[in-house]
């Protein structure tokens, strides 16, 4: 679905990412993790084509098996979505009018996708008037309607309550079917086992760590990762 060869990025003078060769199957949920500053939005930008300015980028991406130059605006967005951190909206449209625009091939029940993220009340509202979590929510469902395969979410939680984050991780659970694929960026530790099958860790180094969720978290790699130490009270991460 998703594969990078030598991928380097750098910014300020700063190496984020070191020679990235990487690979995103069918099925998988990615999940990169790093500090703040680390790279992590830089390089869901970088890998889904929409990069940033003032970011040096070297190495190849490329989307099932083809260079991501070789894809036209259309068909790419027809392979994979991006959700930014946080949107930015300009104009008072409706949340169902927006998801209405969103669509490029028709793939989802557009009401089933509302009802399972609970935002089939906020359709008639308009945009600019949700909180930073509904918006956050909507943002999420545009990605899936959308009809794209490879979904690249950078921080699709940071601003929901508990109860949402718990509703966006089982929701997001049964999104990566055998046809699809999920990276995501994501900061809690505790979410970020509960919903990825793999991790790819941005060291300080600009080298990264990638497998599998069972194998990566754990306290040695998180204390490198954060520059913390962790320990497990209770099958839950704790930041000492």
Same mark, same amino acid.
């Given at each position: 679905?998703?594969?990078?060869?030598?991928?380097?990025?750098?910014?300020?003078? +700063?190496?984020?990412?070191?020679?990235?060769?990487?690979?995103?199957?069918?099925?998988?949920?990615?999940?990169?993790?790093?500090?703040?500053?680390?790279?992590?939005?830089?390089?869901?930008?970088?890998?889904?084509?929409?990069?940033? &300015?003032?970011?040096?980028?070297?190495?190849?991406?490329?989307?099932?098996?083809?260079?991501?130059?070789?894809?036209?605006?259309?068909?790419?967005?027809?392979?994979?979505?991006?959700?930014?951190?946080?949107?930015?909206?300009?104009?008072?449209?409706?949340?169902?009018?927006?998801?209405?625009?969103?669509?490029?091939?028709?793939?989802?029940?557009?009401?089933?996708?509302?009802?399972?993220?609970?935002?089939?009340?906020?359709?008639?509202?308009?945009?600019?008037?949700?909180?930073?979590?509904?918006?956050? +929510?909507?943002?999420?469902?545009?990605? &899936?309607?959308?009809?794209?395969?490879?979904?690249?979410?950078?921080?699709? &939680?940071?601003?929901?309550?508990?109860?949402?984050?718990?509703?966006?991780?089982?929701?997001?659970?049964?999104?990566?079917?055998?046809?699809?694929?999920?990276?995501?960026?994501?900061?809690?530790?505790?979410?970020?086992? +509960?919903?990825?099958?793999?991790?790819?860790?941005?060291?300080?180094?600009?080298?990264?760590?990638?497998?599998?969720?069972?194998?990566?978290?754990?306290?040695?790699?998180?204390?490198?990762?954060?520059?913390?130490?962790? +320990?497990?009270?209770?099958?839950?991460?704790?930041?000492?």
């Amino acid at each position: 679905m998703l594969q990078t060869h030598g991928l380097t990025l750098a910014a300020a003078g +700063r190496e984020l990412v070191r020679g990235l060769d990487w690979r995103v199957e069918p099925g998988q949920r990615w999940c990169v993790i790093g500090r703040n500053a680390a790279g992590k939005s830089t390089l869901l930008r970088a890998l889904a084509g929409v990069g940033e &300015v003032g970011v040096v980028q070297r190495g190849e991406v490329h989307w099932q098996g083809r260079g991501q130059r070789d894809w036209s605006a259309i068909d790419a967005a027809a392979l994979r979505a991006f959700m930014p951190q946080q949107a930015i909206d300009r104009f008072p449209i409706t949340v169902a009018r927006l998801l209405e625009l969103s669509i490029v091939r028709p793939h989802q029940d557009r009401q089933a996708v509302l009802a399972a993220l609970e935002l089939a009340a906020l359709a008639p509202r308009p945009v600019l008037e949700l909180s930073g979590g509904e918006r956050q +929510r909507v943002a999420l469902a545009q990605c &899936v309607l959308q009809g794209a395969p490879l979904l690249m979410l950078d921080e699709p &939680v940071a601003f929901q309550d508990p109860a949402h984050q718990a509703l966006v991780a089982r929701w997001l659970s049964t999104r990566a079917a055998s046809d699809q694929a999920l990276v995501i960026s994501a900061h809690d530790v505790n979410w970020i086992a +509960r919903t990825a099958t793999h991790v790819l860790a941005l060291l300080p180094t600009g080298q990264c760590e990638q497998g599998t969720a069972a194998q990566l978290l754990e306290a040695g790699l998180l204390e490198r990762v954060y520059g913390c130490g962790w +320990r497990a009270v209770g099958g839950v991460w704790v930041a000492d």
